[in-house]
C-alpha cells in the first residue's frame, strides 16, 4: 500500500466546542444513540423528517440483492418540488435561495419563489424538447444560476443529468455524451475566467462534429456574450424558447429509486465511470448531513460551498442539500485571485457568509500568500468552516481556523466521495472535540471500519477504509456497466464497499486519512486517474511508451508528472525541452486543463519489472526527489540510474 501523505502522527491538539457554539447546536448526541440502537429506524426517520414524500415508503432498505441497494424504494417524492415549491408553500418564498457573483463583478438574487418559477419554465421546455423521465440531458456550463436551474429541471421530470465540468474538453464532453446517449446538451457561449470570456458553445460544436451523436438540441444560455456558429434546427437560445413556454408546471412524484443524475470520475483504467445516483436516499443523506454537519440554521446562515457544479460537492452541498434545507447561499462563477487575491474574502464581507465550505488546496494557497490578504476584510460573519477532497494537514487547518475563523470557530474536516454521494465521515459541530488533520468519526447511521488486505480489522497502523453497511446516498451502480461496478468496489471485501482510500483509526477511534492506495490521483481534490492520463500522452505521435505518477506537491497535494520515451523515429525531430512542452499541452487539449502534467521528462527507458510492469513507485521517488526505494525486483537494475541522471 503507497501512503502517500505525509501525516503529522505527533499532531495531539484538541479542541473542545465551545459554550456558545455548543448551546445552540443543530446536531445532539442523541443522533449517535437513535442511529446505533436502530440504524435503519434512524435513517427512515431522518427521511420522513427532512424530505416531503407524494408517496410515503413502508420499507427503508432492500438488501437481498447486494451490492445493489434499494432505500425507500415503494415511497414517491419530486426531488425538484422538495428543493424549491415546499419551501414557498411553507412560507419562505421570499428568503434568498441563491446570492449569485458573477466574476466580472455583476450579482442577482434568486428568492426560492424565483428560482421555483424559473425551474417550473425550464422543466416546460425540457418537456416540450420531447424530454422524458428517464432520458438523459448533459449539462455544461459556468457556475451561473442556469446551471442550477437546469438540474432541478431536469430533477423535475424524472429525467436524468449528467454535469460536464466546464474545464474539460471537446473529446472528454463527448465521450460523455455518448456513453449516456443524451439527448439534449445545455450550455452557454462562454463563461468569465481570470478576467476572459472563455468559450463552451464552440467546445460543444467540435464535440458533436464528428459521426452521428444521440444528441437532437443544444441549448445555448447567453453569458459570455462571445459570438458563437449557429446549427440551425439543432441550437436553441435558451432565453428566448424559455419566454415561449408556460410558466405552471406541476411536480409529479417519481420512485424512490428513479435515477436522479450520473457524473463521471476517474478510476484505475482510462475509462471514466459514469457513477450513479438515484432519487430519495440520495437527498436524505445529503439534506441530514448538510443540516448537522454544517450546523444549519436555514432563517439566519448564508451558506457557501466553493465547488464548482461539475464535481461531486457541487451537486451535493451547492444544489441539492442545501436547497432540500431552505438554505441560502452564495454561488460564485469565477476564481479566487480574480482580479485580486482577496476576492473570496471580498464575497464573504459582502454576503456575510456564515458557513463556508472548501478544499485544503485552496487554504494552503492562501497560506503561501500571507494572512495580510484576508486580514484586509471583515470575515467576523464566519461562524463555521469546512474543509473536503483531501487530507488536510494540521497547519493548514490551524491556519483555516485562526486566519479565516478568527481563531475560536469550528472547522469540520468532511471526508466523502462522488461514489458516497454525501459526506460520511466528519465531526459534528458543538458536539465533537476537534483534532486538526482527522476527519475524524463516521456521521450517524453510517459504519466505517479500516481492513487489512484479507478483511481482518486493523486496530493500529493502516489499512483500507471500508464502509461496512448500505447507506441511503451511495452510488446505484456505474452507467452501463454493472461488473465494473461489482468489481471495483465489491470484490474485495464481500459486501462491504471497499473505498479505495488508505486510513488508520487512533487510540480514541478517530479516523486519519491517508491518501488514495490505487493509481487514482487527487490533484487540487479532483480525482484523476493514471491511466486515462497515460493513454493520452501514448496517443500523441511522439510517444512511444509513458508513466505518470502522481508526486506530493506543496498547494495542490498531489501533481501529476509524466516519464515518457519518446519513438526512436522523432527523436531528432524535437528537442526534449519542446517535446515536454508539446505533450502538456495536449493532455491539457485531450482531457481538460486540469490533467496538464506538471512536468513531462523525457527519458529512454522506464523501470520495469521481469513480468514487464512499470514500477511507478520508484518514479513517484524519483519526482518527489527522494532516495530511490528498493529496485531489487527491476529486471535492470541500472535504469534507475540512468533515468535519475536525465530527470537531474
Ligand atoms: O481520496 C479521498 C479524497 O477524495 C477522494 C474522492 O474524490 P471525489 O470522488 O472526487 O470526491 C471529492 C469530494 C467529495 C477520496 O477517495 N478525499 C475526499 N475528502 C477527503 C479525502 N481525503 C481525505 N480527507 C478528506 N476529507
Not at 491538539?13 to 448551546?23: D, G, I, N, V, Y
Not at 408556460?246 to 465511470?273: C, N, R, W
Not at 436547497?323 to 476564481?335: D, K, M, P
Request: with cysteine; net charge negative.
Amino acid at each position: 500500500m503507497s501512503v502517500q501523505i505525509d501525516h503529522n502522527l505527533e499532531e495531539i491538539r484538541r479542541f473542545r466546542p465551545s459554550p456558545e457554539f455548543a448551546a445552540q447546536a443543530v446536531a445532539s448526541l442523541a443522533l449517535y444513540d437513535a442511529a446505533k440502537a436502530d440504524r435503519l429506524g434512524f435513517w427512515a426517520a431522518q427521511a420522513k423528517e427532512l424530505l416531503h414524500w407524494h408517496r410515503p415508503f413502508t420499507r427503508t432498505l432492500d438488501w437481498t440483492n447486494p451490492p445493489f441497494a434499494k432505500w425507500f424504494d415503494d415511497g414517491e417524492l419530486n426531488v425538484a418540488y422538495n428543493c424549491l415549491d415546499r419551501h414557498v408553500e411553507a412560507g419562505n418564498g421570499n428568503r434568498i435561495a441563491l446570492h449569485w457573483e458573477g466574476e466580472p463583478g455583476d450579482s442577482r438574487d434568486y428568492s426560492y419563489a424565483e428560482l421555483t418559477a424559473e425551474v417550473k419554465k425550464a422543466a416546460n421546455l425540457l418537456t416540450s424538447l420531447g424530454v422524458s423521465a428517464g432520458d438523459r440531458v448533459a449539462i455544461y456550463l459556468p457556475m451561473i444560476p442556469e446551471a442550477v436551474i437546469s438540474m432541478l429541471a431536469v430533477a423535475r421530470i424524472g429525467a436524468v443529468h449528467s454535469v460536464v465540468f466546464g474545464g474539460f474538453s471537446a473529446e472528454s464532453l463527448r465521450t460523455r455524451i455518448d456513453d449516456a446517449s443524451a439527448s439534449i446538451v445545455i450550455t452557454a457561449d462562454g463563461g468569465y475566467r481570470k478576467g476572459k470570456v472563455f468559450p463552451l458553445k464552440t467546445t460543444v460544436d467540435t464535440a458533436l462534429a464528428d459521426g452521428e451523436s444521440t444528441v437532437r438540441n443544444v441549448l445555448v444560455v447567453k453569458r459570455g456574450g462571445n459570438e458563437v456558429e449557429w446549427t440551425e434546427g439543432r441550437d436553441l437560445w435558451w432565453r428566448d424558447e424559455l419566454a415561449a413556454v408556460d410558466a405552471e408546471h406541476v411536480a409529479k412524484g417519481f420512485p424512490a429509486e428513479h435515477p436522479l443524475f450520473i457524473l463521471y470520475t476517474s478510476g484505475t483504467t482510462g475509462k471514466p465511470k459514469g457513477i450513479l445516483h438515484t432519487s430519495g436516499g440520495y437527498l436524505t443523506q445529503t439534506a441530514f448531513t448538510h443540516k448537522n454537519v454544517f450546523d444549519l440554521h436555514p432563517e439566519k446562515d448564508v451558506f457557501w460551498c466553493t465547488a464548482d457544479i461539475g464535481w461531486i460537492t457541487g451537486h451535493s452541498y451547492v444544489v441539492y442539500g442545501p436547497l432540500a434545507n431552505g438554505a441560502t447561499q452564495v454561488l460564485f462563477e469565477g476564481t479566487p485571485d480574480s482580479p485580486h487575491p482577496g476576492r473570496w474574502w471580498e464575497i464573504i464581507e459582502k454576503y456575510k457568509v456564515s458557513i463556508f465550505y472548501t478544499a485544503p488546496t485552496a487554504i494552503r494557497s492562501f497560506m503561501k500568500l500571507g494572512r495580510q490578504i484576508p486580514q484586509e476584510f471583515n470575515l467576523r460573519s464566519l461562524r463555521l468552516l469546512g474543509s473536503v477532497g483531501e487530507p488536510i494537514n494540521p497547519e493548514a487547518w490551524i491556519w483555516y481556523r485562526h486566519v479565516i475563523g478568527g481563531g475560536s470557530i469550528p472547522v469540520v474536516d468532511t471526508w466523502w466521495q462522488t461514489e458516497t454521494g454525501a459526506i460520511m465521515i466528519s465531526a459534528l459541530p458543538g458536539i465533537t472535540d476537534l483534532k486538526p488533520g482527522s476527519a475524524q468519526t463516521p456521521v450517524p447511521g453510517i459504519e466505517i471500519e479500516v481492513l487489512d488486505d484479507n478483511g481482518a480489522p486493523v486496530s493500529e497502523g493502516g489499512g483500507l477504509l471500508v464502509v461496512s453497511e448500505p447507506w441511503p446516498s451511495m452510488l446505484r451502480g456505474i452507467w452501463g456497466d454493472p461488473e465494473r461496478f461489482t468489481e471495483t468496489y465489491w470484490e474485495k471485501f464481500g459486501d462491504r464497499y471497499f473505498a479505495g482510500d488508505g486510513a488508520r483509526i487512533d487510540e480514541d477511534g478517530d479516523i486519519w486519512l491517508l491518501g488514495r492506495v490505487d493509481d487514482v490521483m487527487n490533484v487540487s481534490g479532483h480525482r484523476l486517474s493514471t491511466a486515462e492520463i497515460e493513454s493520452s500522452l501514448v496517443a500523441h505521435p511522439l510517444t512511444a511508451e509513458a508513466a505518470v505518477v502522481g508526486a506530493s506537491d506543496e498547494t495542490t497535494g498531489q501533481a501529476v508528472v509524466a516519464f515518457v520515451i519518446l519513438k526512436a523515429s522523432q527523436e531528432d525531430a524535437v528537442s526534449p525541452e519542446e517535446a515536454s512542452v508539446l505533450l502538456r499541452a495536449h493532455v491539457a487539449r485531450q482531457i481538460g486543463a486540469i490533467a496538464r502534467p506538471r512536468e513531462v521528462f523525457i527519458v529512454n527507458e522506464l523501470p520495469k519489472t521481469r513480468s514487464g510492469k512499470i514500477m511507478r513507485r520508484l518514479l513517484r521517488d524519483l519526482a518527489e526527489g527522494r532516495e530511490i526505494g528498493d529496485t531489487t525486483t527491476l529486471s535492470d537494475a541500472s535504469v534507475m540510474q540512468v533515468i535519475s541522471d536525465k530527470v537531474r
